[in-house]
């Protein structure tokens, strides 16, 4: 029976790599999501909650993992759909809470949730202000973890120049995450270079 739901899981957890390849969903990289489920079977945390589902990939993950329950927001229509039918399909609709609203805009969906965790991979121009709201819900030693922290290495790429305007800002924006992160006093922060560029934060 194990054996039959591990091979049903092998088959969805493909079918959901294969969409988001054929759709250009950026979902987390091979590499990113070892060191999120190592985090996850490390820290054995009882809630999470992620900001940015897209499809649910990687929520799906985490419970896989050994999270007890996921939120995760989402405030794409079509991203939050497909999310919602393959959390169904997972079997994991009673522990994986979609929430489809903007972020920057969801707190008081989730004021009252203690969380063990928060994952951060939505919007990079906006990485300082997810933290800044959604550390309020983190239990003592709870983790942080941030996904595209490097941005396909363009964070490590000092020639601004060559970059468009676009890209531009948002590099600045994530090294000034960077900066905010290393030099905050409540967290111990590292970052690798691993995937896209993760960092783990830890509450003192
Ligand atoms: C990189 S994808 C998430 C991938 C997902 N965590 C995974 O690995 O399977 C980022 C998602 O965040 C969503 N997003 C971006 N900014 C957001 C915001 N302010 N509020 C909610 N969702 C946001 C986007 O619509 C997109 O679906």
């Known amino acids: 029976m194990k054996m039959e739901n591990n091979l ?3 088959e969805l957890d493909l079918e959901l790599k294969n969409y988001a390849k054929e759709n250009s969903v950026p979902i987390i990289q091979d590499e990113g999501l070892s060191f999120l489920e190592s985090m996850v079977r490390i820290k054995r945390p009882n809630v999470i909650l992620e900001v ?8 799906i993950r985490m419970i896989k993992a050994g999270a007890k329950e996921v939120y995760t927001i989402e405030r794409d229509p079509k991203m939050y759909e497909e999310a919602v039918k393959n ?17 920057l805009e969801a707190y008081d969906l989730v004021k009252n949730v203690k969380i063990d965790m928060l994952f951060i991979d939505a919007a990079k121009a906006q990485y300082t202000k997810f933290f800044d709201i959604y550390t309020k819900n983190l239990n003592e030693h709870g983790i942080v973890v941030c996904d595209n922290m490097l941005f396909h290495g363009m964070v490590e790429n000092k020639n601004l120049d ?10 600045r924006k994530l090294n000034m995450f960077h900066e905010f992160l ?20 830890i509450k003192k």
């Open 52 to 59: 940015g589902t897209a499809i649910g990939y990687s929520a």
């Open 182 to 201: 290393l030099s905050n006093d409540l967290y111990d922060t590292s970052i690798y270079d691993i995937g896209d560029g993760m960092a783990i934060s």
């Open 87 to 103: 959390v169904e399909k997972a079997g994991f609709s009673d522990r994986i809470h979609i929430l489809f609203k903007d972020a």
């Open 8 to 10: 049903k899981f092998d």
């Open 162 to 171: 060559e970059m468009t305007r676009g890209v531009r800002g948002l590099v």
